[in-house]
């Protein structure tokens, strides 16, 4: 028996990713042994909340979604962390020049055993950052509660990134 995909949300997911404009920088990594800046910024103002899951919404309504509350509240935040760095936040900064998922485009974290203190101590700004700022602000951003050690719920770092 042959299945067949239906072809509407492969266009909305390619015209969303089209939606998000021209090419834009890719993001640097420091050289070995380089140390990061803090951010030195708070976070401005907390994201709008999702009017519904990010899991129960729509491919329409998550495009809409992405341009009128993901990337303008996110790219406050991450401008005001580090204007010369994000000065030109946009679609390109989480999903990468292909404009694909996150979790292809952003570095792979891994968290587990000695993994978290290893990144804490190599890029404690980072860490500190997004723990901070970027985490919790698009778990509402998302309608998502933020990520519980505990129970293992939530939105949380393998929101965006590919987490071992």
Request: with cysteine; glycine share 10%; hydrophobic share 40%.
């Amino acid at each position: 028996m042959r299945v067949r995909t239906p072809l509407l949300p492969h266009v909305i997911v390619a015209l969303a990713l089209a939606a998000c404009g021209g090419a834009e920088p890719a993001a640097t990594t420091p050289a070995p042994g380089a140390t990061e800046a803090a951010p030195t910024a708070a976070a401005p103002t907390a994201a709008a909340p999702a009017t519904a899951a990010w899991s129960a919404m729509t491919d329409t309504q998550k495009l809409e979604h992405m341009k009128t509350v993901i990337k303008p509240t996110m790219g406050k935040i991450f401008v005001a962390a580090d204007a010369k760095k994000y000065g030109d936040f946009g679609c390109g900064t989480c999903h990468g020049e292909k404009k694909e998922d996150p979790h292809k485009a952003l570095p792979k974290l891994t968290l587990s055993g000695d993994g978290f203190k290893k990144l804490a101590t190599e890029k404690p700004a980072v860490v500190k950052f997004m723990a901070e700022q970027v985490t919790p602000a698009m778990a509402v951003a998302m309608g998502e509660k933020p990520f519980d050690p505990v129970t293992k719920k939530g939105f949380g770092c393998g929101g965006c990134h590919t987490v071992q």
